[in-house]
């Protein structure tokens, strides 16, 4: 038995970035992108099914044993939709010649609107502070 089975993907990302620097020793940066992406199967329907299968609710006896052949759910279950926003700014300073502070701050949105086992919708803020050392 097999199914052929189309698993439609479809993902839009739109990114933008900028530099600005005020001064010889400061530069500021953004970066912004926003993803939206969605995926689906189409139904399943088995083929090449032994004598004695007349519907997938009503298999032969034998066979309804060992396997469920309902899929009638399925399509719905992998439904994926989902979006997710980034924004960053990070600043960059130049202290010495060879020796640099940097700091990016970045916000994310996760947004889920097809859940199935769970919601999976949040945010999150992730801070970064470094020492870059150039030789």
Same mark, same amino acid.
């Given at each position: ?5 189309? %698993?439609?993907?479809?993902? @839009? ?10 001064? #010889? ?6 970066? $912004?992108? %926003? $993803? #939206? ?7 399943? @329907?088995?083929?090449? /099914? ?29 439904? /994926? &939709?989902?979006?997710?926003? &980034? ?7 130049? /202290?010495? #010649? ?12 996760? $947004? &889920?609107?097809?859940? %199935? ?19």
């Amino acid at each position: 038995m097999y199914s052929d089975n189309d %698993y439609e993907i479809r993902n @839009h990302v739109l990114y933008a970035s900028a530099l600005f620097t005020p001064t #010889k020793r400061v530069s500021l940066n953004l970066d $912004t992108s %926003y $993803t #939206k992406s969605k995926a689906d199967f189409d139904s399943i @329907h088995l083929s090449n /099914l032994s004598p004695g299968y007349t519907t997938f609710n009503d298999p032969s006896p034998s066979f309804a044993a060992g396997f469920d052949l309902d899929f009638s759910g399925y399509p719905d279950y992998s439904d /994926l &939709d989902q979006s997710r926003f &980034d924004c960053s700014l990070g600043c960059n300073i130049q /202290l010495y #010649k060879a020796l640099e502070l940097a700091g990016v701050v970045t916000y994310r949105k996760y $947004t &889920d609107d097809e859940p %199935y086992l769970y919601d999976a919708d949040g945010t999150l803020w992730i801070f970064n502070v470094g020492l870059n050392y150039t030789f």
